[in-house]
């Protein structure tokens, strides 16, 4: 099993930056791919970004976030990586790093960690 810690989330104005991090242990060697999705109150969780885990580094963004956040990792340290930059109050939601252990499909993982918050005000 993989499992996996979220840190970075708070509080930030309209414009500002956050760094969320997303650390895994356990069988690292057996995920596909890792990503966020967020979940904002009142709505679904949706997919935010992945990035593929062994064998390269490609990467996916919905469209939303595109040019301002950028999904990257540290494979030596099992560590994924969140920039969100121009932040915006509809950004605000609990966002939940995700890993894939069973096929590349990035829409699907079947990981989850324990999700962190992320506020932006107006």
């Known amino acids: 099993q993989v499992q996996l810690v979220e840190s970075g989330g708070g509080l930030v104005q309209a414009g500002g930056s956050l760094r969320l991090s997303c650390a895994a242990s356990?069988?690292?060697?057996?995920?596909?791919?890792m990503g966020w999705f967020r979940q904002a109150p009142g709505k679904e969780r949706e997919f935010v970004t992945a990035?593929?885990?062994?064998?390269?580094?490609?990467?996916y963004y919905t469209d939303s976030v595109k040019g301002r956040f950028t999904i990257s990792k540290d494979n030596a340290k099992n560590t994924v990586y969140l920039q969100m930059n121009s932040l915006k109050p509809e950004d605000t939601a609990v966002y939940y790093c995700?890993?894939?252990?069973?096929?590349?499909?990035?829409?699907?993982?079947?990981?989850w960690g324990q999700g962190t918050q992320v506020t932006v005000s107006s």
């Open positions: 990035i593929s885990w062994n064998g390269g580094s490609s990467t």
């Open positions: 356990g069988r690292t060697f057996s995920i596909y791919s």
């Open positions: 995700a890993a894939n252990t069973r096929d590349y499909n990035i829409y699907n993982p079947n990981t």
